[in-house]
């Protein structure tokens, strides 16, 4: 009980400083700002699969995005409002990526080998589109099927002298029973279900990108991190203590330091956070995190020793928790086995279990 009431005097006494310092005032501030650049920043999840299509062309390319629509594909094709509509949805990552059907284009395609057709149709993509080449295939599939039979016309007419509209009619009318029929170009499929693999992908914590909750876990605990490593640097009262008086008095003084941060963190979840969970979920997160961070922290610290090595960490354990933890993106959606390895570090671990 001796020991329970020092502790809190130490933290008391250890909060009372840390209140009067306003460098905790700054960094409570510069925390709340970059939260809030986090919640208006809209980071493309790279899991879209929409395809943004815009006609310029008339009629003509009315077909051609009717027929690409209508493709057998895994995207989902539909035609944008406008072209402004199409540039921006792909910059925000709404939409995979799009295509711009320019005027003239319809023409220029079935014109066959005899008119180039580059520039007939524009993509257009971000630096987060990632399924870019796979929409290309689906689209220029479409555009080879009608320029391929006015290719195969012309070169029947050329070579084997079948120009009557008869012998071309009877080419097209092949044409299509191929394309149709499937026995050119024929694959089966079989679907294979990995255990734990849809609830890794869809239906977990790491599988959402949180943006605002995972960061302000990440800056409370980079906020302990820092702090422990500039105590080490200068020491301070507990240099003069007992080894396990000591570890007590940094103990109470870690958690004194992380308060404010702590409140930051939990008031910005709950008022800019999108991913809305119940409010004792994101309060249970914080009240684990700060705890679980300060003893992680401090073992580390014992781990490392160095000064320098230590202080220096504090960016490699940034990196891998901005890899691991569903800040930007979410490394569950590629690599499923990997979600479980974010535990390493508090934040994810947090959020494994409350999120």
Not at 2 to 19: E, N
Not at 114 to 137: C, M, N, R, W
Not at 199 to 224: E, I, T, Y
Request: charged fraction near 15%; glycine fraction near 8%.
């Amino acid at each position: 009980m001796k020991a329970l009431k020092k502790g809190l005097l130490w933290f008391a006494l250890s909060l009372k400083g840390q209140l009067r310092r306003p460098a905790c005032w700054i960094a409570a501030i510069l925390m709340a700002l970059v939260l809030w650049m986090i919640s208006v920043v809209s980071v493309p999840a790279g899991t879209s699969w929409t395809v943004l299509l815009w006609n310029e062309d008339g009629d003509g390319g009315r077909q051609l995005v009717e027929q690409i629509e209508a493709a057998d594909s895994s995207y989902d094709f539909r035609e944008a409002s406008s072209e402004q509509e199409l540039i921006h949805e792909v910059q925000t990552g709404q939409a995979q990526c799009g295509f711009v059907i320019s005027p003239g284009a319809t023409s220029r395609i079935e014109a066959g080998d005899e008119q180039d057709i580059s520039g007939a149709i524009t993509y257009v993509d971000s630096p987060f589109t990632s399924l870019g080449s796979e929409a290309k295939e689906t689209v220029f599939a479409v555009i080879w099927q009608r320029r391929a039979l006015t290719v195969l016309q012309n070169e029947a007419s050329s070579q084997l002298g079948m120009s009557s509209p008869q012998e071309r009619q009877e080419l097209a009318q092949r044409y299509q029973d191929f394309l149709a029929g499937g026995s050119v170009f024929h694959a089966d499929f079989e679907t294979v279900h990995v255990e734990g693999l849809a609830s890794a992908m869809n239906g977990g914590a790491l599988a959402r990108v949180q943006p605002v909750r995972s960061m302000a876990l990440v800056l409370v605990f980079l906020d302990l991190f820092l702090a422990v490593g500039a105590r080490t640097r200068h020491g301070g009262p507990g240099m003069a203590m007992t080894r396990g008086a000591r570890f007590a008095w940094e103990y109470a003084a870690n958690l004194a330091h992380a308060i404010v941060p702590a409140i930051v963190a939990f008031a910005a979840t709950r008022l800019l956070e999108t991913d809305r969970i119940a409010w004792w979920r994101d309060l249970c997160c914080i009240l684990v995190l700060v705890p679980l961070a300060d003893l992680w922290v401090m073992c580390f610290e014992r781990l490392v020793r160095s000064r320098g090595a230590f202080v220096s960490c504090a960016f490699t354990i940034l990196v891998s928790e901005f890899v691991l933890c569903p800040v930007f993106w979410t490394i569950g959606t590629y690599a499923p086995a990997m979600s479980l390895v974010c535990a390493v570090f508090p934040p994810g671990l947090v959020l494994l279990l409350f999120a």
